[in-house]
T-cell receptor, first 113, second 113 residues
Framework: QQQVKQSPQSLIVQKGGISIINCAYE??????FPWYQQFPGKGPALLIAIRPDVSEKKEGRFTISFNKSAKQFSLHIMDSQPGDSATYFC????????????FGKGTKLTVNP | DTGVSQDPRHKITKRGQNVTFRCDPI?????LYWYRQTLGQGPEFLTY????????KSRLLSDRFSAERPKGSFSTLEIQRTEQGDSAMYLC???????????FGPGTRLTVL
């Protein structure tokens, strides 16, 4: 049973375009939602994260939109650059306890020059 | 401020051998996690330490796997009698007290022949 579903599996955009990656979760007790960026052969790097008490968070070219009623959240990358080409993972965790992360399966983003 | 470090970065072993990986978390981070990532998938939680106490283990962590964090600083993950299915990237992450963010190391790539 996959608790966090991520789509699309792969995404190709042109330089300067907007990249949008979507995630849906099942457990309504999740209350922390980070996005990670991973380059081949490297560990995941934290990009941006959101708590469910806000509907949007922006950091530079990266924006998270959060829809609590729909149990969905998305990552928008504005003005996408070739250097953004990587695999992106959404994740979720519960506050309290271990707060382990439950990850989606990832989206491979390719930004063409 | 150094990040999470892992050693070795790559390990090739023959089936049936034992292997041990080390993780050094960010200093003063009292929470430490191990995850496993197979090709094309997101990381999956294996185990969690708060200081030296191992507080949670995933059902993915079979009896052949053992993890320690003897002094609440670095951690080791040992796999006994390795199997080909153990081939994966083993990731370590750490988190500070009172913080949400988990920071990942570069991972150890294990190949079992």
């Amino acid at each position: 049973q996959q608790q966090v579903k991520q789509s699309p599996q792969s995404l190709i955009v042109q330089k300067g375009g907007i990249s949008i990656i979507n995630c849906a979760y099942e457990n309504t007790a999740f209350d922390y939602f980070p996005w990670y960026q991973q380059f081949p052969g490297k560990g995941p790097a934290l990009l941006i994260a959101i708590r469910p008490d806000v509907s949007e968070k922006k950091e530079g070219r990266f924006t998270i939109s959060f829809n609590k009623s729909a149990k969905q959240f998305s990552l928008h990358i504005m003005d996408s650059q070739p250097g953004d080409s990587a695999t992106y993972f959404c994740a979720a965790s519960l506050q309290g306890g271990s707060e382990k992360l439950v990850f989606g399966k990832g989206t491979k983003l390719t930004v063409n020059p | 401020d150094t990040g999470v470090s892992q050693d070795p970065r790559h390990k090739i072993t023959k089936r049936g051998q034992n292997v041990t990986f080390r993780c050094d978390p960010i200093s003063e981070h009292n929470r430490l996690y191990w995850y496993r990532q197979t090709l094309g998938q997101g990381p999956e939680f294996l185990t969690y330490f708060q200081n030296e106490a191992q507080l949670e283990k995933s059902r993915l962590l079979s009896d052949r796997f053992s993890a320690e964090r003897p002094k609440g600083s670095f951690s080791t993950l040992e796999i006994q009698r390795t199997e080909q299915g153990d081939s994966a990237m083993y990731l370590c992450a750490s988190r500070g007290q009172g913080a949400n963010e988990q920071f990942f190391g570069p991972g150890t790539r294990l190949t079992v022949l």
